[in-house]
């Protein structure tokens, strides 16, 4: 039972337009949300996260929003660079639990110069 | 400022033979969590240690795989009897303490297990 999904598994955006990364979740206890990106050969690296009291965190050319009621979350990228290239990841925890993050299957997004 | 060290970062073993993964936390980091990524899946969750104690081993693999994270020294994922399934990338995280969710994980470069 896949808890949190990332329904598309690839992205491609043109340089210097906005990346949309969309995950859903399907367990209410999830309140913690989390985004990582990973390139190819190297561990994941945490870009940012949000906390279930907020619906919007910023940081930089990266914004996360949650939509509690959907149990959607997104990732904005604005603008996306080249660099931005990497598979990302969303990630789920519960301050109920034992904070174990559980991870979607990804996006693969590709930004064109 | 050394991240999370994981060794070696790539392991080839025949099956039938033990794999051993280690994990050496961040400086100050004293919560340690395993993940596996299995090809083209997200990472999955195994085992959850803090120094001596096992905290959350409800990812793990009933049989053949074990945790320890000593007093001393890294942590450590063994993995007895390998079989061609345990390929896939193993990846550990640490965390300064466990207050919650929002201590933040901070991932180390994997181990790629191939089992022959």
């Known amino acids: 039972d896949q808890q949190v999904k990332q329904n598309s598994p690839s992205l491609s955006v043109q340089e210097g337009r906005i990346s949309i990364l969309n995950c859903d979740y399907t367990n209410s206890m999830f309140d913690y949300f989390l985004w990582y990106k990973k390139y190819p050969a190297e561990g994941p690296t945490f870009l940012i996260s949000i906390s279930s009291i907020k619906d919007k965190n910023e940081d930089g050319r990266f914004t996360v929003f949650l939509n509690k009621s959907a149990k959607h979350l997104s990732l904005h990228i604005v603008p996306s660079q080249p660099g931005d290239s990497a598979v990302y990841f969303c990630a789920a925890s519960a301050t109920s639990g034992t904070y174990k993050y559980i991870f979607g299957t990804g996006t693969r997004l590709k930004v064109l110069a | 400022n050394a991240g999370v060290m994981q060794n070696p970062r790539h392991l080839v073993r025949r099956r039938g033979q033990e794999a051993r993964l280690r994990c050496s936390p961040m400086k100050g980091h004293s919560h340690v969590y395993w993940y596996r990524q299995l090809p083209e899946e997200g990472l999955k969750f195994m085992v959850y240690?803090?120094?001596?104690?096992?905290?959350?081993e409800s990812g793990m693999p009933k049989e053949r795989f074990s945790a320890e994270f000593p007093k001393e020294g890294p942590s450590i994922l063994r993995i007895q009897q390998v079989v061609r399934g345990d390929s896939a990338a193993y990846f550990c995280a640490s965390s300064p303490t466990a207050r919650g969710p929002w201590e933040t994980q901070y991932f180390g470069p994997g181990t790629r297990l191939l089992v022959l």
């Open positions: 240690l803090q120094k001596e104690n096992i905290i959350d």
